[in-house]
């Protein structure tokens, strides 16, 4: 239970820069997801927070004091990796204890502490003199987050710890992971590629993009309001749609490739002409409009429909999600309804619209 | 996970393997066997004639004392060959395996010492520790005699048995170097970062973790290492103390060759190398199956 404070984070290997500068705050029993394709700088981030890495500059804080140069055992924090990294000699029980007893803590609490979390996570009593070898993966599991949480740290540091368990398990473990850290109320950094556990998982989200975070906010504002087209982008499935378009001279409407005019919700008079259009699949409205598209593909998939398609007269691929089933014919009408229309600057990608939650404009 | 690939016929596969057999009989079948014989007869030193005597050259070995000084001294010799080189490279694999610039340097020189041959690796460690012109021998001679004693591993047989000790150990350094830092490079990163995060430092990491997971490795490196010393040694003491002073160097092998080429007695000398056979027979069968139960 602690705040965490990055302060103009920075790592390079050699002449290679991984982290161009995170500053971060994260709040008291927070649990604070990192989100980004691999290769985005977020493991980086989160063996800076543990100390397995220094920093080429930059501090970090826990709760104000500096750590930066503290050695990862005197950090008070507990992380749970990709791997699980049990300790395989050691059966689960001596697992889970391992760092109370360097703690130099009594039998009868360490035998009390151990027993919680193992109930807490549905660990039986049978299994905590196994070796982690004889276990499923789920119970390793479980038996990672268990030596986290023995240890009732400042920290918790988790570092893609789902993402070797099969699909059913994952969504499971994943629920799980969010009832405990409300329960425990434990200051959590999370590190992820998978979106739909950065969505359900974080009061908030850090996106990162090429060593830079690219939006922090929580997970429906990065979602409804994304700042820029790289996290338009990567955050929702299938990904949103990139039409170029140019404003017109009033800035009231946008042209399309495909040759009309969209009315926008307000007048855009400031800054750039040349845009770049993004609209949800979900959003995209079909048997109507002015809109043409030529089908490539349709995936049924029971409760909606998934088209993919050209407009006609350009080069611009096109995803729609549609409810129910297939609509027929080679050629779909389609309209893109202005209030759920992304506009980002075609150079920059930064946002230049701000958003109009679905609300504000229906009907 | 095991990759097998399926030959059709048998001419082939028989083709591929006949090689490796054909040496294993010729070099090793072959003179085991002879050896097994040749322990069950008496033979006169020249080879002329040969008379059936059972195991009465066995009867008569175990009856010797000579032979169980000898069996004692190697297994002495044995152990602390052993551990000196196992002990020696275990901090060098750890500081190699850590962080450290150069470290590419540091590995390279320290194998060289296993390319070096067993009687060069001899020659060296006599001039360094000769009495009289040694650079370690020297020094030490002038240090003994303050307490009135001397440094002649040629003439004390303490002294000698610690020279051919430290010559073995120190050729052998080198291999257990390469393994130990296989060994600790093949421990998962995450188990050690675990650990660190887990709270524990410097000598308790060591200990509770990279000890445990490096077991395996340190059983097999003991048994190489005793078989090493059982046997690869004989160069290495043979050019440097010949066994003596007074037998205080000889370890079994010595004696085997002592027996069986300078003194004639292919009888005896036989028998001491079944003995020995039997030995190393029973030290790697214990290793197999005791790596086939480690498994992590």
């Known amino acids: 239970m602690a705040r965490l404070e990055l302060d103009g984070l920075r790592k390079s290997f050699g002449a290679t820069h991984v982290l161009h500068g995170v500053d971060l705050s994260v709040g008291d029993g927070e649990m604070l997801v990192i989100v980004g394709a691999s290769g985005c700088g977020k493991s980086t981030l989160l063996r800076l927070v543990a100390g397995l890495d220094a920093p080429t500059s930059g501090r970090v804080k826990l709760d104000g004091n500096d750590i930066t140069r503290l050695d990862p055992s005197e950090r008070d924090m507990a992380m749970v990796f990709q791997n699980y990294a049990l300790y395989p000699h050691m059966s689960v029980f001596d697992n889970m204890a391992y760092g109370l007893r360097i703690r130099g803590m009594s039998k009868g609490e360490i035998g009390r502490r151990v027993g919680e979390a193992a109930s807490l996570l549905g660990l039986e009593a049978s299994t905590l003199d196994r070796k982690p070898r004889q276990l499923s993966g789920g119970q390793r599991q479980r038996v990672a987050m268990g030596r986290a949480i023995v240890r009732e740290p400042k920290l918790f540091l988790f570092d893609e710890p789902l993402s070797n368990l099969d699909a059913k398990l994952r969504v499971q473990m994943r629920a799980e992971i969010r009832k405990l850290q409300r329960r425990l109320g434990v200051t959590s950094l999370y590190v992820t590629h998978d979106q739909v556990e950065a969505m359900t998982l974080g009061d908030r989200l850090l996106v990162m993009h090429e060593g830079r975070p690219a939006q922090l906010a929580t997970p429906l504002e990065v979602f409804e309001r994304p700042a820029d087209r790289y996290v338009a982008g990567f955050i929702g499935a299938p990904s949103m749609n990139f039409l170029d378009g140019e404003l017109t001279g009033d800035g009231a409407a946008v042209c399309l490739k495909a040759g009309c005019a969209l009315a926008l919700p307000f007048r855009l008079t400031a800054g750039e002409k040349s845009v770049t259009v993004g ?33 006609i007269g350009t080069d611009e691929d096109l995803v729609a999600r549609i409810p129910g089933a297939v609509p027929s014919g080679e050629v779909m009408k389609l309209a893109l309804p202005p209030q759920h229309l992304h506009l980002f600057e075609r150079k920059s990608g930064r946002r230049i619209l701000p958003s109009q939650p679905s609300a504000s404009s229906d009907g | 996970m095991e990759r097998r690939t399926i030959f059709p016929g048998r001419l082939l596969p028989a083709a591929l393997v006949a090689p490796q057999l054909l040496l294993t009989v010729v070099f090793f079948v072959w003179p085991a066997l002879h050896a097994c014989w040749m322990s069950l007869h008496s033979e006169d030193p020249f080879g002329l004639a040969s008379v059936f005597v059972g195991f009465d050259n066995y009867a008569a070995l175990f009856g010797d004392p000579l032979y169980i000084a000898t069996v004692a001294r190697t297994i002495v010799f044995c152990f602390a060959v052993a551990s000196i080189s196992m002990l020696v490279a275990l901090p060098l694999a750890v500081f190699a395996d850590a962080d450290i610039r150069g470290r590419a340097v540091y590995r390279t020189l320290l194998i060289w010492p296993y390319a070096v041959a067993p009687a060069l690796a001899a020659v060296l460690w006599i001039l360094l520790v000769h009495p009289q012109i040694g650079l370690l021998g020297r020094p030490l001679d002038r240090l003994l005699s303050l307490a009135g004693g001397h440094w002649d591993y040629k003439l004390n047989g303490g002294q000698a048995l610690l020279v051919v000790v430290l010559a073995s150990a120190w050729k052998q350094v080198s291999y257990n170097f390469i393994f130990l830092l296989a060994g600790l490079q093949s421990i998962p990163r995450a188990v050690i970062e675990a650990a660190q995060v887990d709270g524990a430092r410097g000598w308790r990491r060591f200990r509770t973790i990279l000890l445990p997971l490096l077991s395996p490795t340190l059983f097999f490196l003991l048994i190489v290492n005793l078989v090493y010393a059982a046997f690869d040694t004989f160069g290495t003491i043979q050019a440097m103390t010949q066994g003596g002073p007074a037998q205080a160097t000889q370890t079994l092998v010595v004696k085997v060759f002592r027996d069986g080429h300078d003194n004639g007695d292919l009888g005896s000398s036989s028998a001491q190398s079944v003995v020995l056979m039997l030995g190393v027979i029973a030290l790697t069968a214990a290793q197999f199956r005791f790596l086939g139960r480690q498994r992590h």
């Open chain 1, 279 to 311: 609209i949800r699949p979900e959003y995209v409205e079909t048997g109507r409009g002015d809109l043409r598209m030529q089908v490539d593909l349709v995936e049924p998939l029971g409760s909606e429909t998934v088209v993919h398609g050209r407009l």
